[in-house]
């Protein structure tokens, strides 16, 4: 064998070497990366947008979660679906929906996506079919913040700042209620009189966060829809807004969701 042959058998053996080294890792890798579902996307409710999930999203990406927030148009719930279904279509993977208040609507439609292996509930609503937010609302007294909804000429209602401060989100600062109502969604009125079609809850895993101060769905009816959907739940001492007054809380039951939703 020549000098030059010897090299070459010699850098052969090295290469082959360090590829089956990284062969190595990464399956080692695989195998001691944890189970569940990886990625996460959030669904506001009405008179908000994505950045209602601001203080739990870094949380979540703390822990290795892949995290995305729809921006529903809050139009019609047909619409805020398929904005929702975009988000899922866009994951490499099995995803686990939050909802927050109407959100819950939205998640329960478009939680019937075979990608969804799961679905949590933020002081949301979670109705079955034939039913809407008008309906499951209608057996319990009127949540204040109704007295603080302003109708426009296109249909569409707005909170007021009172409504924000008082009954929306009375546990925050008077800075965070003056984002809050300044970034508010207006929300058609339509669609709480929309009704779901097939509810994803019957087919899979829920969570639940009951917010206990609520001054927008009576806390009554969110116990109520967590045992109905069977529902793993926890209640907070909290205003409707809970992922912003209490976002380590929430964030870790939406820990928790991912990890169990995946192990099914």
């Known amino acids: ?44 409710g009405a008179w908000a947008d994505a950045s209602s999930w601001s203080k739990v999203i870094p949380l979540l990406q703390a822990k290795g979660l892949h995290v995305v927030a729809v921006q529903n148009p809050l ?10 279904k975009r988000a899922i279509a866009l994951q490499d993977g099995p995803v686990l929906l939050v909802g927050h208040s109407y959100g819950g609507v939205v998640i329960t439609e478009a939680g019937n996506d075979p990608k969804v292996a799961g679905l949590v509930y933020v002081a949301a609503f979670a109705p079955a079919e034939g039913e809407s937010v008008g309906s499951v609302t209608k057996p319990y007294p009127p949540a204040p913040l109704g007295n603080e909804l302003r109708p426009d000429a296109q249909g569409f209602l ?6 924000i401060a008082d009954d929306f989100a009375q546990d925050l600062s008077d800075q965070e209620k003056q984002i ?50 069977k529902a793993t739940s926890i209640t907070l001492p909290s205003s409707h807004v809970a992922m912003l007054s209490h976002p380590k809380e929430v964030a870790e039951l939406i820990e928790q969701a991912a990890a169990k939703a995946g192990s099914r």
């Open 1 to 44: 064998m020549t000098r030059s042959q010897a090299y070459r058998t010699a850098l052969f053996a090295i290469e082959a070497f360090l590829l089956t080294a990284a062969l190595e890792t990464g399956a080692a890798a695989q195998t001691n990366s944890p189970e569940g579902v990886k990625n996460i996307v959030l669904v506001h």
């Open 75 to 84: 139009t019609s719930l047909a619409d805020d679906v398929a904005a929702t």
């Open 158 to 163: 707005t909170v007021t700042p009172k409504g």
């Open 180 to 229: 809050l109502t300044a970034t508010q969604g207006q929300t058609a009125a339509a669609v709480f009189g929309a009704t779901v079609t097939t509810a994803a809850w019957k087919a899979k895993p829920s969570w639940y966060v009951i917010a206990g101060n609520d001054r927008a769905i009576p806390p009554e009816l969110e116990k109520a829809e967590a045992a109905a959907i």
